[in-house]
């Protein structure tokens, strides 16, 4: 093979390489492992001694002229045995004494060695440039690697654009067949299949129940597939029939056009369901322009489905997803489309009327109409706590509720607020938060990154925020968490007596100022508390 060949191979392999012209320079004699010389290479190391484990991570081809143990049997078994538990793909072992001569010595040696082992092992027996063989390897495999991250990037261009043009479900199915280049069958729930497309897939959905549900649906076992809709809302499946499971980018593909065909399912369902579009609309139309009067609003309300009893009380509430930076907007708008739709029917359940829209990505808010006499926080409980899992976590933040349906909408900003603070809580215990549950917290997170509160927060913490000192400021979060009480401190901390006083004047004279000073205390607290949700 030569290196034009070698670059353009789909996957390096042993036999590969020792098809390359330099190495058939070497006179290359396959002593052990030929029945696996298909197995793939995922880099090219040279090692020069016989402790070689610590420097692999497997799949490598390990070059080496074994100069220091190539006469010693138990040197060499040795080394091929760490070759063998770190994963190596093959040995190449170049062979010649200091006059370019064949060692023959040190060649029985390694045949001894190699015996009866499935590692392939080649030796040489004339001597190459192993720098060649590295330069014209790694090339291979860096281009293919570049090729697969080329072909991922397709992938997503793809099923993006076909989300955003709302693309039939024979249209997805198609194009998935398209790239796998086989046979694609979008199922439901009961076998029925909804769609096909790719060669010789009407052949197969000829009888496809009996194929996949009867007495010889072993076969399907090993074909690539995955669930279509969201986890307690699995509404079908997509199977590549005939295709060896792990082939390159399968699961790549499939996943994705399972999300397509999800997020086309969602689409055609708000679709059917226009009056939840437009509740969002109106209720966004009360957040941006207002209304002329509360009967003005009732009036388009009622004309959209939203008719509570006269004494109920509206209370606003924001859902939000919670955000990971890595998270795929795809799969983030999968979630908020399931959760308006979960939170909205949860609601119906409960026999509370709603209103819903949708805010920022990640986020959507509800205007509940609860009852007017009743327990308000028991009937917000049996509400959220019916939403199903659906595979992802999320914060509510509920606002103050009100008789008026315009200042309740006009409080979906601060519930919005609220969720976002629960947010950055490490742990959650409610179902849903009020703003009086996150206190300090929540008027921390509405002043934001006030550049006052900035300087602030570096004026009463900066000596020890020059020097980026953290266990200091976590000892300082564990004195104030108890008040500046010794006693807990100490038994929280497990410090003795005297290294909690030595830590205590360590701090103090750090920071200035004396901990058993109350407003002390008080400020620093508000300015770590800040510092921590901030930097």
Do not use: C
């Amino acid at each position: 093979m030569n290196v034009e060949r070698s670059e353009a191979a789909a996957s390096l392999t042993v036999a590969g390489v020792l098809d390359l012209e330099e190495i058939r320079s070497g006179a290359p004699e396959v002593v052990a492992g030929e029945a696996d010389l298909d197995r793939p290479i995922r880099w090219v190391h040279i090692a020069d001694s016989e402790h070689v484990e610590q420097f692999l991570e497997g799949g490598e081809l390990v070059l080496t002229t074994a100069q220091t143990f190539r006469r010693s049997p138990a040197a060499m078994t040795v080394f091929l045995d760490q070759l063998e538990a770190a994963g190596a793909a093959g040995v190449v072992v170049e062979l010649v004494d200091d006059a370019s001569d064949p060692d023959e010595q040190a060649a029985e040696v390694v045949r001894h060695a190699a015996s009866g082992r499935e590692l392939p092992v080649v030796v040489l027996t004339h001597r190459i440039k192993f720098v060649r063989i590295t330069e014209v390897a790694h090339r291979s495999l860096l281009a293919e690697q570049l090729g697969r991250l080329e072909r991922a990037r397709e992938i997503h261009e793809t099923y993006t654009q076909l989300s955003l043009e709302r693309a039939e479900v024979s249209a997805i199915v198609a194009r998935t067949a398209e790239l796998l280049g086989a046979p694609v069958v979008l199922e439901d729930v009961a076998h029925r299949v909804l769609a096909q497309a790719g060669p010789g897939a009407e052949a197969l959905v000829a009888n496809w129940v009996a194929l996949v549900s009867g007495a010889d649906a072993y076969v399907r076992r090993d074909w690539p597939q995955i669930p279509v809709g969201l986890q307690s809302r699995r509404w079908g499946r997509l199977v590549v029939p005939g295709l060896p499971t792990g082939a390159a980018n399968v699961e790549q593909i499939i996943e994705r056009a399972a999300q397509a065909l999800t997020l086309t399912r969602m689409a055609e369902t708000d679709e059917r369901d226009l009056l939840l579009q437009a509740q969002a609309g109106f209720v966004r139309e009360l957040m941006d322009v207002g209304a002329e009067d509360e009967a003005q609003a009732r009036a388009r309300a009622r004309s959209l489905g939203f008719e509570p009893p006269g004494a109920s009380r509206l209370v606003p509430a924001v859902i939000r997803l919670d955000r990971d930076p890595s998270t795929d907007p795809t799969r983030m708008q999968l979630w908020e489309r399931a959760l308006i739709q979960e939170a909205t029917a949860a609601a119906a359940r409960a026999g509370v009327s709603t209103l819903s829209t949708g805010l920022q990505s990640g986020s959507f808010g509800l205007v509940l109409a609860l009852p007017g006499r009743g327990d308000e926080s028991k009937a917000l409980h049996r509400v959220f706590e019916e939403i199903a899992d659906l595979g992802t976590t999320w914060a509510v933040g509920v606002g103050r509720s009100s008789s008026s349906l315009l200042t309740a909408v006009s409080r979906l900003e601060s519930a919005a607020q609220v969720a976002e603070v629960v947010a950055t809580l490490d742990v959650r215990e409610q179902v849903f938060y009020r703003a009086g549950d996150v206190r300090l917290r929540g008027l921390l997170a509405l002043l934001g990154d006030d550049p006052r509160l900035r300087g602030f927060a570096e004026g009463e913490l900066g000596p020890l925020l020059e020097t980026d000192d953290e266990e200091m400021l976590d000892f300082l979060e564990l004195v104030l968490a108890h008040g500046g009480n010794k006693s807990a401190v100490a038994r929280a901390g497990f410090l003795s007596r005297p290294a909690l006083y030595a830590r205590l004047a360590k701090l103090q004279d750090r920071l200035g100022v004396s901990l058993d000073d109350a407003e002390s205390r008080t400020a620093l607290h508000v300015a770590l508390l800040w510092w921590r949700m901030n930097r």
